[in-house]
Nanobody, 115 residues
Framework: QVQLVESGGGLVQAGGSLRLSCAASGLTVRTYIMAWFRQAPGKEREEVAVTHWNGGTRYADSVKGRFTISRDNANNTVYLQMNSLKPEDTAVYYC?????????WGQGTQVTVSS
């Protein structure tokens, strides 16, 4: 059974930073394309960052230059470093494979950015 556990969210002022972690069990992250998603209140879930097993990355335009996705294959964990946070980054953040598998969704971690 696959379990993805997100952590590291919190309340931060605009311009601040947070580092999110996604600890995986039941799957080996190095064999998957992994991604971070977010869902803001009243909005659809959107993909914000992707990491390929070959080291390639892709970002949504809204976070490009501010967010960095990385993976630690030895610890089976995926990270999202978020800098220069904006109030519009407020959302619940989730990790999943890309494309996402329904059964992989975890509880997410709340990120709130105050102005």
């Amino acid at each position: 059974q696959v379990q993805l556990v997100e952590s590291g969210g919190g309340l931060v002022q605009a311009g601040g930073s947070l580092r999110l972690s996604c600890a995986a069990s039941g799957l080996t992250v190095r064999t998957y394309i992994m991604a971070w998603f977010r869902q803001a209140p009243g909005k659809e879930r959107e993909e914000v960052a992707v990491t390929h097993w070959n080291g390639g990355t892709r970002y949504a335009d809204s976070v490009k230059g501010r967010f960095t996705i990385s993976r630690d294959n030895a610890n089976n964990t995926v990270y999202l470093q978020m800098n220069s946070l904006k109030p519009e980054d407020t959302a619940v953040y989730y990790c999943n494979a890309d494309p996402p598998r329904i059964s992989f969704w975890g509880q997410g971690t709340q990120v709130t950015v105050s102005s």
